[in-house]
T-cell receptor, first 115, second 113 residues
């Protein structure tokens, strides 16, 4: 079956512009996670969705970052007024709500470059 | 000090070698221990997972967890060029943190023919 998909696969934007990154989880997966992977910091947790609500936003690095999820499916991560330090690969993962931590399936990521 | 420390390498070995990858951690609440493999420009894929302490074997791969030392290892036997990838350890305390994963930095492995 289809895995987690993310779009765009690559995004180049100018500093100060807003960007939207999209994640389509595996059908039926109610839990959704966003992570960020950068050279200096490795892979870091950003936010977790349970259905359409986000009980854990503790990893969002600043108020320029926000995310939403609609219909318990698609999620969008928005970065406002992008900075060069936002350049990274943004990964999305999904799982069944009752699944264990090892049952998260990752998408291929969106590679964001801020010039 | 990061919660999970992993030697980033890079590690270069000849085909057929035994590879040892390691992570240490500081959070004693971690109960789930995972190893992911990540090829270039791809998302991480789960290789092995262990709940609590102990060993687990799957083909050429063996995962070990020593909770008393807060140390986990992944061994790859008879390494193949196709094993060349970045290996990430990841941990979770399970339910209290909604299963969110805390990762090591990743170790870049190259197996040359």
């Amino acid at each position: 079956g289809a895995g987690v998909s993310q779009s765009p696969s690559n995004k180049v934007t100018e500093k100060g512009k807003d960007v939207e990154l999209r994640c389509d989880p595996i059908s039926g997966h109610t839990a959704l996670y966003w992570y960020r992977q950068s050279l200096g910091q490795g892979l870091e947790f950003l936010i977790y969705f349970q259905g359409n609500s986000a009980p854990d936003k503790s990893g969002l690095p600043s108020d320029r970052f926000s995310a939403e999820r609609t219909g318990g499916s698609v999620s969008t991560l928005t970065i406002q007024r992008t900075q060069q330090e936002d350049s990274a690969v943004y990964l999305c993962a999904s799982s069944f709500l009752a699944g264990g931590p090892h049952e998260q399936y990752f998408g291929p990521g969106t590679r964001l470059t801020v010039t | 000090q990061k919660e999970v420390e992993q030697d980033p390498g890079p590690l270069s070995v000849p085909e057929g070698a035994i590879v040892s990858l390691n992570c240490t951690y500081s959070n004693s609440a971690f109960q789930y221990f995972m190893w992911y493999r990540q090829y270039s420009r791809k998302g991480p894929e789960l290789l092995m997972y262990t709940y609590s302490s102990g060993n687990k074997e799957d083909g050429r791969f063996t995962a070990q967890v020593d909770k008393s030392s807060k140390y986990i290892s992944l061994f790859i036997r008879d390494s193949q060029p196709s094993d060349s990838a970045t290996y990430l350890c990841a941990m979770s305390d399970g339910g209290t943190s909604y299963g969110k994963l805390t990762f090591g930095q990743g170790t870049i492995l190259t197996v040359h023919p």
